[in-house]
């Protein structure tokens, strides 16, 4: 990598360049991908979202909605309405996140201990512009000047200004998208301080005041939700019919009676399920069908808008799509009468509901809880029985970030894995200590333009090394079949397009899915193995 | 010249003191945030803390007594406050230069308690612990701030972020030090100065000691309202934001300040101007339940 691109100091995000700081460099792969990216390649941008938006940060495009201004009128308001976004941020309208956010802003001891704790950072060898603190520092950079007295009378002296345009601007909302927002950084800082928060407060400024974000979880995603009922685009009559289908061809194929309760007044549970599961990966609620059925619980889906998809991206990039998301949520199940709320294998809606929407009212809702931790008290109390030489082959533990690292829930996963599982792996390091997948805060549904190429080649790859690692020699054994056990759908869509990419399913055997899968496959009632791979 | 002078450090310690105190009841006074707990949070019972786990980790949590544990959120306290732990365990080269210049800065605590201890209460023990713990917390504390800075200047990986002003709180503290050590090794004992200022009895103090009075009464002031004041920070970091994962629950503190947070939300809207954001949740629909549909099974 050349001198300059690694000598970035925070105002440089305005210098003119075409590209500020290009990926030049990625950290290697253990074997059989050491020979891989020696010189990374990614896809070429197309020249007119080169010229539209702002490829100028690293050459990828993640913002895809944010275009290039037509004039410098357009340009000075662009200016104007970011700098009234950074003072609303400082201010009443961000009430909730006034205390992290003044604590993280005012007490940085630039010790850069966080930097090394960055997936993001230590996979590019160690780019400036991706270091935890960097955009951290620009947005310090920036209050300090329209809204200090020591930055206004002081000036650089105190660390305050960079020349604000509608390029550096804009480079910062693309660097609020190179990151995971997995916190990893906050759990070593010395002083407690986030600059994961940080960075979504990066993504809050730019949505809620000024309409930009990536459209993949913004108009295709939060808006979507809202108004259709699904991020999907999956309707209520469109989901009955994906369920009907789903109890047939699943009971065909497990032999078993899959049902589906669907709007059960009083039920005890309400299952709140990422909807994308029942189109992409059916097996994933039908093992939950099983599961719960098997153990006599009583419980229910719901069909109405909204009720049916319990994902909220308004978590990674704006509280007041996160908070209309969540109460509309908890309203379903408080409608339904349930006396708890069950998050399936959904690691942000964990966060979301279980964790963010508990302080968003005073009112106290419906309780909620993981699955996890329903499905561990049912293997406990001998509720599932199971025959663990089903599953006896080599499976790997990840931990969502959201679930683990941000909710505490680690050993529940674990004392199921040792009922199920006779040669479970942990990844290094694991627990509350994980590496993000690399598709956490949204990046596993940002496809456009070249971003894909950046989750999996930058974001990935630390997690790829350790799956690599955590299998060992058994990785390369295309005859052994290997499991990444992620329970969570955004981890999981991350690793269908990182063994995609690197063609690891078709040449080693290395499968990923869920928790419930397993547990299924392992279920002493069932007769033929229920992972497709075995069958 | 003396009296102005003993006035002003008196003064300066107290302003210590309550602008610390003003910077933290600030702090306290921001409405209750979101949650933004991380584990490990070391206040969580049952052997949950050593492995990062919550209450979470129980089905139906919110019908269980939370089992807490003081013992291990003080013990995490200390291990912070005593050794840095954080640092040490994830930037070992910062930490060594850091540790030095922090255990300096407790020692200088020390000192100045058994200074005016001993200056009130002249006892053999006090003044030996006095004069031991301020050898060692000049000897640490300039040695940790010489090596913060030195490493601050050649690595640059530090260099890149910091600011003049980063430089200048290291410089104030050196010359505070400095002008310290010139002082008591030189001129005359800590002791008699600390006699002089605390009863002002006004004889004359060489000029290298008014400068580091001076010099320490401008520290006093300058911390609390500076980043150095990060004592305050971090309490409110860990306490009342990583480690901060109390559910609202009826009846509890979490739920009173919400309900508070909610009476401020009328009267000061948060208008943000994305159109998006002005948008209702859709209303809930008016679906059939399952007995009404009649397929109850
Ligand atoms: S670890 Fe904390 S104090 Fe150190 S640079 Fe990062 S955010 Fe700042
Ligand atoms: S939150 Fe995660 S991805 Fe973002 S800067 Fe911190 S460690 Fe890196």
Known sequence: MSAAHNKLKPQNIARSAMILSPVEQLAPLPAPYDTCDKVPEFTELKPDWIDTRCASLDGFVAIDSLRRPASPEDEEEFVRSFIVAVGKLFAHHNSKFLRPLNLTVDYCAKCDTCSQACHVYQATCKQDIYRPIYRSEVLRRIYKKHYTTSGKLLGSFVGAGIDLTWESIARLAELAYRCNLCRRCAQVCPLGLDNGMLAREIRKLFSQEMGIAPSAIHEKGSMLHLNVGSTTGLTRPALLDTIEFLEEDMSELTGRKVRFPIDKEGADVLLLHNAGEFLTWPENPTAFAILFDEAGIDWTLSSESLGYDGVNYGLWYDDTQARKIALTHAGIAKKLGVSRIVIGECGHAHKALAVSANRMTSEVGVPVESNISVLAELVREGRLVFDSSKNDFPIALHDPCNVVRQMGIVKPQRDILKAIAPQFLELTPEGVNNYCCGGGSGFALMHSGNFEDFKVKVCARTKFTQIIDAFGKDFIDPALPKYVCAPCSNCKGTMRDLFKHYKTTATYQVHYGGLVELMVNALASTKTPYLEFLQ | ?297
């Not at chain 2, 702090?27 to 070391?42: F, K, Q």
């Not at chain 2, 540790?99 to 100045?112: R, S």
């Not at chain 2, 006699?195 to 006093?220: D, E, K, N």
């Not at chain 2, 994962?245 to 009173?256: A, F, H, R, T």
């Open chain 2, 1 to 297: 010249m003396s009296y102005i002078i003993a006035g002003f450090i008196l003064l300066a310690l107290l302003c210590f003191v309550l602008l610390t105190a003003y910077r933290a009841w600030k702090y306290s006074r921001l409405p209750l945030h979101a949650r933004l707990e991380l584990y490990p949070v070391p206040k969580e019972g049952g052997g949950r803390a050593r492995y990062g786990g919550s209450y979470y980790e129980e089905s139906k949590w919110w019908s269980k007594p939370r089992t807490l544990s003081k013992a291990n959120e003080t013990k995490d306290i200390l291990m912070e406050m005593l050794f840095i732990r954080k640092l040490f365990d994830n930037n070992k080269g910062l930490w060594w230069v850091s540790y030095v210049f922090h255990i300096g800065i407790y020692c200088l605590f020390a000192w100045t308690v058994m200074l005016l201890v001993s200056t009130i209460w002249p006892l053999d023990v006090h003044i030996y612990t006095a004069a031991i713990a301020g050898m060692a917390g000049y000897c640490l504390a300039t040695l940790g701030a010489l090596g913060l800075l030195i490493r601050r200047i050649f690595d640059t990986d530090l260099r890149s972020y910091t600011t003049p002003v980063e430089y200048f709180n290291l410089i104030l503290i050196l010359l505070v030090l400095i002008s310290g050590i010139i002082s008591w090794l030189f001129v005359c004992t800590p002791f008699f100065a600390a006699s002089q200022i605390l009863f002002f009895t006004g004889l004359a103090l060489s000029p290298i000691i008014y400068i580091h009075l001076a010099l320490l009464g401008i520290m006093l002031i300058y911390i609390p309202a500076s980043k150095m004041s990060h004592y305050v920070g971090k309490f409110f970091a860990f306490h009342k934001v990583l480690w901060d994962n109390d559910p609202n629950s009826k009846g509890s503190q979490v739920n009173l300040h919400l309900q508070k947070a909610a009476k401020a939300a009328q009267t000061q809207k948060p208008e943000w101007l994305a159109p998006h954001t002005g948008m209702v949740a859709p209303a809930t629909e008016q679906i059939p339940t399952s007995s009404e549909r009649g397929n109850e099974p």
